[in-house]
């Protein structure tokens, strides 16, 4: 079971000063962090290590804190009272009736202590890591991002055909074709209307110029070729006109 452990030194004030309260814990938190302190000091894996003596060391520091006059807080006298307990169970022959049994017990707070070392070291690799505003510095002004909005479109088919039909458009090489119409040239519609202006002794209708049987784009071809051919006449002083009214005929007659 062990040879008898050495009580675990607490630090402490000068003792000349008896009535002063002393107590220095060294940053435990409670009963199972000063059992975790005793147990690495034993130097050994967590899971290999003596549980009486472990409990040996925590009952000599209660022992040694109660010497110096120190105030335990009731946590700390408890787990005293059980590790006292769990002594006496192990040195004590077996109780088969008794539940958990006393290695049940050990196996449970090797565990705890497993459990709450796994805890404080990863505390302390989480305090070793770089802290913000010590060890790494947030940037200043951010940098310009370019800003790139999509649009979501609505569009019915007829716009999808449009838009597609405007693209091909711009695309393919525009081709004009132009068909050739039935016109009368304006040197033709002179030499008809000096000609017949010659024949006619009154005012005559300048429809009445036009060729027989004409129609359709012809026809509009014929008058207007036939109205400039009269402008230009009556400019040679070969030919009058004529009009009573606005859009009323245009009347014609050749000069004497």
């Given at each position: 079971m062990?040879?008898?452990?050495?009580?675990?030194?607490?630090?402490?004030?000068?003792?000349?000063?008896?009535?002063?309260?002393?107590?220095?814990?060294d940053?435990?938190?409670?009963?199972?962090?000063?059992l975790l302190?005793?147990?690495?000091?034993?130097?050994?894996?967590?899971?290999?290590?003596?549980?009486?003596?472990?409990?040996?060391?925590?009952?000599?520091?209660?022992?040694?804190?109660?010497?110096?006059?120190?105030e335990?807080?009731?946590?700390?006298?408890?787990?005293?009272?059980?590790?006292a307990?769990?002594?006496?169970?192990?040195?004590?022959?077996k109780?088969?009736?008794?539940?958990?049994?006393?290695?049940?017990?050990a196996?449970?707070?090797?565990?705890?202590?497993?459990?709450?070392?796994?805890?404080?070291e990863?505390?302390?690799?989480?305090?070793?890591?770089?802290r913000?505003?010590?060890?790494?510095?947030?940037?200043?002004?951010?940098?310009?991002?370019?800003?790139?909005?999509k649009?979501?479109?609505?569009?019915?088919?007829?716009?999808?055909?449009?838009?597609?039909?405007?693209?091909?458009?711009?695309?393919?090489?525009?081709?004009?074709?132009?068909?050739?119409?039935?016109?009368?040239?304006?040197?033709?519609?002179?030499?008809?209307?000096?000609?017949?202006?010659?024949?006619?002794?009154d005012?005559?209708?300048?429809?009445?110029?036009?060729?027989?049987?004409v129609?359709?784009?012809?026809?509009?071809?014929?008058?207007?070729?036939?109205?400039?051919?009269?402008?230009e006449?009556?400019?040679?002083?070969?030919?009058?006109?004529?009009?009573?009214?606005?859009?009323?005929p245009?009347?014609?007659?050749?000069?004497?």
């Amino acid at each position: 079971m062990g040879e008898e452990a050495e009580p675990f030194e607490l630090p402490y004030a000068d003792t000349a000063s008896a009535e002063v309260l002393t107590l220095d814990l060294d940053g435990w938190e409670g009963p199972l962090d000063l059992l975790l302190t005793l147990a690495r000091a034993q130097k050994v894996d967590l899971r290999e290590i003596s549980i009486l003596q472990l409990t040996e060391q925590y009952l000599a520091f209660i022992d040694n804190a109660r010497a110096l006059k120190l105030e335990l807080a009731a946590d700390y006298l408890v787990m005293a009272a059980w590790l006292a307990y769990l002594k006496s169970c192990l040195l004590l022959p077996k109780d088969p009736e008794v539940e958990p049994s006393p290695e049940e017990l050990a196996l449970r707070l090797q565990l705890r202590l497993q459990r709450l070392n796994a805890m404080r070291e990863a505390g302390a690799r989480l305090m070793a890591r770089d802290r913000m505003g010590r060890d790494v510095f947030a940037r200043g002004a951010p940098e310009g991002l370019k800003l790139v909005r999509k649009a979501a479109w609505e569009a019915s088919l007829f716009d999808l055909i449009a838009a597609y039909g405007a693209v091909r458009a711009r695309a393919e090489v525009p081709v004009h074709l132009v068909q050739r119409r039935p016109v009368m040239t304006l040197d033709q519609a002179i030499d008809r209307v000096s000609r017949m202006v010659g024949i006619a002794l009154d005012w005559a209708d300048l429809e009445s110029f036009l060729p027989p049987g004409v129609d359709g784009e012809y026809r509009r071809s014929a008058l207007a070729s036939s109205f400039v051919a009269a402008l230009e006449l009556a400019r040679q002083g070969r030919l009058a006109l004529q009009q009573e009214e606005p859009f009323a005929p245009l009347m014609i007659r050749g000069m004497a």
